[in-house]
T-cell receptor
Framework: DGGITQSPKYLFRKEGQNVTLSCEQN?????MYWYRQDPGQGLRLIYY?????DFQKGDIAEGYSVSREKKESFPLTVTSAQKNPTAFYLC????WGAGEEQYFGPGTRLTVT | KQEVTQIPAALSVPEGENLVLNCSFT??????LQWFRQDPGKGLTSLLL?????REQTSGRLNASLDKSSGRSTLYIAASQPGDSATYLC??????????????FGEGTQLTVNP
């Protein structure tokens, strides 16, 4: 059963704690992406990775970190430096090459209090 | 910087009506444009992808058009059904020599189809 999985679906953390969101894909896609979505808004790009061991900052990378040690995994860490971490986080992947369709995971809703 | 705008922000129609959702973008140097559907609390489902060299794509009751020169795309939904109720997002793909390809999203149109 191919696809993108994100875990957990809901995540609760206290302010000041780092938290890592998981994203795994078995589609053999080279590129992976992390987006943030706030209520009533579109998606904003946090980080993306075109190949293993390489990643690029998106539009709102401050307060976040990523790693890409394996092709199928692209975890996102929300650090305590992120001022407004409560949001819906979406992971996506696409095959190598420009113009390829992106496929999205089910998302993780993070609540920080 | 590429900006994507979707109009209207929300739309409510009776079942059976044909409708059009609009998307505009500021930089015509796009590689492709995608329309997505998002149900509440869920991820995105790709509906249609139009390459920059294409004018339109069709899938069932959905038809998307692209006019790159004017920076506009429309999503036409025929004979709307209550199951079409969702948020529809438009996104354009740009490619940059040093940083690869990335999508820029509009804020979406929230569609409600009333039985």
């Amino acid at each position: 059963d191919g696809g993108i999985t994100q875990s957990p679906k809901y995540l609760f953390r206290k302010e000041g704690q780092n938290v890592t969101l998981s994203c795994e894909q078995n589609l053999n896609h080279d590129a992976m992406y992390w987006y943030r979505q706030d209520p009533g808004q579109g998606l904003r790009l946090i980080y993306y990775s075109q190949i293993v061991n390489d990643f690029q900052k998106g539009d709102i990378a401050e307060g976040y970190s990523v790693s890409r040690e394996k092709k199928e995994s692209f975890p996102l860490t929300v650090t305590s430096a992120q001022k407004n971490p409560t949001a819906f986080y979406l992971c996506a992947s696409s095959p190598w090459g420009a113009g390829e369709e992106q496929y999205f995971g089910p998302g993780t809703r993070l609540t920080v209090t | 910087k590429q900006e994507v705008t979707q109009i209207p922000a929300a739309l409510s129609v009776p079942e059976g009506e044909n409708l059009v959702l609009n998307c505009s973008f500021t930089d015509s140097a796009i590689y492709n444009l995608q329309w997505f559907r998002q149900d509440p609390g869920k991820g995105l489902t790709s509906l249609l992808l139009i390459q920059s060299s294409q004018r339109e794509q069709t899938s069932g009751r959905l038809n998307a058009s692209l006019d790159k020169s004017s920076g506009r795309s429309t999503l036409y939904i025929a004979a709307s059904q209550p199951g079409d109720s969702a948020t529809y997002l438009c996104a354009v793909l740009i490619t940059e020599e040093t940083s690869g390809s990335r999508l820029t999203f509009g804020e979406g149109t929230q569609l409600t189809v009333n039985p």
